[in-house]
């Protein structure tokens, strides 16, 4: 099953955010084979201000285990999290059944 995290940066997050993404990519490197597609969030000024990651996961609780062991979680990054089941209708302009 597909779960979405919407994840929003905390307000000073932005210095925390570029200190840490080495290691946030090294991991998403590590589960690569659980993602579907994703990326970061960006605010008006063009910064990064959040991410957005598809996983594909067992269930629920294993979805949470990959964006609770992400850097970027460990490290506080996030102010707000938002995970839910997320099913692709639409991918690089095709229709999914």
Known sequence: MQFLLIAHDREDGLALRKQVRPEHLAYLESIKSSIVFGGPMLGADGNPCGSMIVYEAADRAAAEALVANDPYSKAGLFGA?????????????TLTP
């Open 81 to 93: 999290v938002e995970i839910q089941g997320f099913r692709t209708v639409v991918r690089d302009g």
